[in-house]
């Protein structure tokens, strides 16, 4: 059998980290503060992450951890305030080199992507794309997102158990991911495939790691060739390839710089809608008063929404690396030093949402989660993701009684992407 270390070197670190100490069976409130290691994606995955963060939020917020051998020493913080404060502020803490403790997720160290940079490379990057998901394509986008929704429920087997992650959540973030590049619709399963080949170790695939070059080859090529397609004044279509093609701050990519924001633009609205789409469906059926809510007043929906992306977190942390020595709450934070901003705490922090870990789809300042960060890099795709979710509620209330959460949700083993593999519901269709 190999070992953790020789499965590392094959692919993503984060996947086969497993801390000796910070484990699904420790108390967290028992364990030296030292030993706590928050990049840990079986605590995770067996949801006892909560119990560490209030932990730390309490005892120490700005958190050191130095014995993790895959991504080195690290800062953790904790509080809503804090996270907030280190997010609004690029000059102090920087987002290169990576926004991952561990080097691989996304691939962002090998392939520059904005996300991973500052600005105003970043700036002018981001500005390139960002009108394909802008208020007014999305306004263009409402009624195609609804009409895609209503076919995949529709065809949802009634009384019978099925994945609504694979049924649901994965078919209409691909549909949209295929939109948003206006790729080839009835290829788009290629999308999530090389988002996954983006994502995921390649162990973990089955495949090895040349398989996982050339798949990443191919999906290169594919773009560069409709990228240079659609290369022309002409052009003022408004998907990303268009966009990016087009833009005199990105037309002249190629190679790794393409492939790089490619895999930002595939990755970044995929697992994170596609989680939020399954979450949401267990927590209206742990918490029916709740869902009752939004059955008797539609209008709450977006503000269930809101409420589904605060208690899952979809991205449970970003990293930034200080760009100079600085001092929180009283703790030496060295140039140089890698910070996790932990998204998935800021947002059951107490002292900013009252009964932090209920679920609430009304509570007051619902909106002013974390989920999307803030500042220069705050989430470009939180209206679409936004969208999503609330049109496929609003289909949901249309045709459904009720969704029944049948068997505990499987999850990933990831600290970085909070996200379920398989999520068993019966649907009850309204009588
Ligand atoms: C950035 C979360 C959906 C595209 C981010 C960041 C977070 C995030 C936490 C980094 C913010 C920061 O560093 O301050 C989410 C969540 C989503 C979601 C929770 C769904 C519920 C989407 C969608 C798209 C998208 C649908 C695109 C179609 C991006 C891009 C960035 C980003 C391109 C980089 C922005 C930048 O660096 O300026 N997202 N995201 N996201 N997201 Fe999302």
């Known amino acids: 059998m190999e070992t953790a270390m020789e499965q590392t070197e094959a692919g993503n670190a984060e996947e086969f980290?497993?801390?000796?100490?910070?484990?699904?069976?420790?108390?967290?409130?028992?364990?030296?503060?030292?030993?706590?290691?928050?990049?840990?994606g079986s605590i995770f995955q067996a949801q006892k992450h909560h119990e560490y963060f209030k932990r730390l939020r309490q005892e120490n917020p700005v958190h050191y951890h130095d014995k993790n051998p895959d991504i080195g020493p690290y800062w953790s913080l904790t509080r809503y305030e804090d996270i907030m404060a280190v997010d609004s502020d690029f000059q102090r803490f920087s987002s290169e080199p990576s926004i991952a403790l561990f080097d691989e997720i996304l691939g962002e160290q090998r392939a520059p992507m904005f996300i991973a940079m500052d600005p105003p490379t970043h700036d002018e990057q981001r500005a390139a794309v960002s009108p394909a998901v802008g208020p007014v394509r999305l306004k263009d986008l409402d009624q195609l997102i609804r009409s895609?929704?209503?076919?995949?429920?529709?065809?949802?087997?009634?009384?019978?158990?099925?994945?609504?992650?694979?049924?649901?959540?994965?078919?209409?973030?691909?549909?949209m991911l295929a939109t948003l590049?206006?790729?080839?619709?009835?290829?788009?399963?290629?999308?999530?495939?090389?988002?996954?080949?983006?994502?995921?170790?390649?162990?973990l695939m089955g495949i090895s790691d040349e398989d996982r070059l050339n798949h990443l080859a191919e999906c290169l090529l594919t773009f560069t060739a409709l990228f240079k397609e659609r290369q022309g004044e002409s052009n003022n279509s408004q998907d990303f390839i268009s966009l990016l093609a087009n833009n005199p701050a990105t037309a002249n990519m190629e190679g790794v710089e393409l492939l790089g924001n490619l895999m930002l633009l595939i990755v970044g609205g995929n697992d994170t809608t596609r989680n939020s789409m399954s979450a949401g469906v267990h927590f209206m059926h742990e918490n029916p008063?709740?869902?009752?809510?939004?059955?008797?007043?539609?209008?709450?929906?977006?503000?269930?929404?809101?409420?589904?992306?605060?208690?899952?977190?979809?991205?449970?942390?970003?990293?930034?690396?200080?760009?100079?020595?600085?001092?929180i709450r009283g703790k030496q934070i060295k140039k140089g030093d890698?910070?996790?901003?932990?998204?998935?705490?800021?947002?059951?922090?107490?002292?900013?949402?009252?009964?932090?870990?209920?679920?609430?789809?009304?509570?007051?300042?619902?909106?002013?989660?974390?989920?999307?960060?803030?500042g220069v890099h705050r989430c470009m795709g939180n209206r679409v993701a936004e969208a999503q979710l609330r049109i496929v509620w609003e289909e949901i209330l249309k045709r459904f009684d009720r969704l029944e959460v049948v068997g505990e949700p499987e999850r990933v083993e990831h600290s970085f992407v909070h996200g379920i593999k398989d999520l068993q519901v019966i649907a009850h269709p309204k009588t």
């Not at 619709?185 to 996954?196: A, G, H, I, Q």
């Open 181 to 203: 590049f206006d790729y080839p619709f009835e290829e788009r399963s290629k999308l999530t495939f090389w988002s996954d080949v983006i994502t995921t170790p390649p162990i």
């Open 289 to 327: 008063d709740e869902f009752q809510k939004i059955k008797d007043d539609e209008a709450l929906i977006p503000s269930a929404v809101s409420e589904i992306i605060r208690y899952q977190t979809p991205l449970s942390y970003m990293r930034r690396t200080a760009n100079e020595d600085v001092e």
């Open 338 to 374: 890698k910070i996790a901003m932990w998204y998935a705490s800021g947002n059951r922090d107490e002292a900013f949402f009252p009964d932090a870990d209920k679920f609430i789809i009304d509570r007051p300042n619902v909106r002013r989660h974390m989920a999307f960060g803030f």
């Open 148 to 175: 895609r929704t209503v076919e995949v429920l529709d065809e949802l087997p009634i009384g019978t158990p099925f994945n609504w992650v694979d049924k649901v959540s994965i078919e209409l973030t691909t549909r």
């Open 17 to 40: 980290y497993r801390s000796p100490t910070t484990t699904p069976d420790a108390d967290p409130w028992a364990l030296a503060l030292e030993d706590i290691d928050l990049a840990t």
